[in-house]
């Protein structure tokens, strides 16, 4: 019995330094490495600027140039419009198809009333100036979207007073209306609290502007919150 009890107690690993007994406690401990009590050091032995230092603002402050800025999509077209839902729970009590203007600028729609349904004439293209402003350097932009522009603001239609509602495209969804038999080229949008049915003109400018609502919808909302983009080749 003796010699087990020997070879076990020779067999354990002592994990206390050999420096300190084995009896003394987490306080004992403490004081072997620092004995004495440690004081701040003196404020004389910190060294310090001769003069505060004083952070006065620049006199340009508020005066810089800013950049110049370029949506990320800039385009309108004169389309109708049907509104399908004004609320999630409520259907709209018209729900005829009408003529508007639909604007697109970055990440926002802007719809406008049309009714005398005004089609823009681009035979005399030569009468308009078709170099691009900043607000509208995109690169899907185009002349078309210039003309319909100038056409329509010379008559007063782009005003305040004319628009319909303004949406913005965060969180916003679009499809492409495949259960709407009536008619082609059609575009199911779900912005803010509504839902509508636009129709386009032709099957290209469908695919068009529903990649380009896309890109704004994609870019409406902060990184961190954004979902996948999709991209769509036209």
């Known amino acids: 019995m003796s010699m087990s009890h020997s070879i076990s107690t020779s067999s354990t690993i002592s994990t206390t330094p050999a420096n300190i007994p084995a009896s003394s406690s987490c306080l004992e401990f403490f004081q072997l490495i620092e004995p004495e009590p440690v004081f701040p050091p003196q404020y004389e032995c910190i060294s310090l600027p001769s003069k505060p230092r004083a952070t006065w603002p620049s006199e340009l402050e508020g005066q810089e ?4 800025y370029t949506p990320t999509v ?3 077209l004169s389309l109708q419009r049907k509104l399908e839902w004004i609320t999630p729970y409520e259907l709209s ?8 203007i639909l604007e697109l600028n970055s990440t ?9 349904q005004l089609a823009p004439i681009y035979a005399n293209s030569g009468a308009i100036n078709l170099t691009k402003p900043d607000q509208f350097k995109s690169r899907l932009t185009n002349d078309f979207d210039l003309r319909q522009r100038c056409f329509y603001k010379e ?11 303004s949406y913005s495209l ?3 969804r679009i499809g492409i209306a495949l259960d709407y038999k009536k008619r082609k080229n059609v575009v199911r949008l779900r912005l ?3 839902q509508f049915l636009l129709e386009f003109p032709t099957t290209q400018s469908m695919i068009e502007w529903y990649c380009c609502i896309g890109l ?3 870019n409406a909302l902060d990184l961190n919150r954004r979902e996948m983009p999709k991209y769509w080749i036209y």
Not at 111 to 116: E, L, P, Q, S, W
Not at 155 to 165: A, P
Request: aromatic letters at 10%; hydrophobic letters at 25%.
């Open 155 to 165: 008559r007063g239609l782009l005003s305040k007073d004319n628009l319909v509602r």
């Open 65 to 68: 140039t800013l950049p110049s």
């Open 216 to 218: 704004g919808i994609d």
């Open 108 to 116: 926002q729609l802007n719809v406008y009333g049309n009714d005398r």
């Open 74 to 76: 800039y385009k309108m």
């Open 170 to 172: 965060q969180y916003g």
């Open 93 to 100: 009590p018209n729900r005829q198809w009408k003529h508007v």
């Open 192 to 194: 803010e609290t509504e």
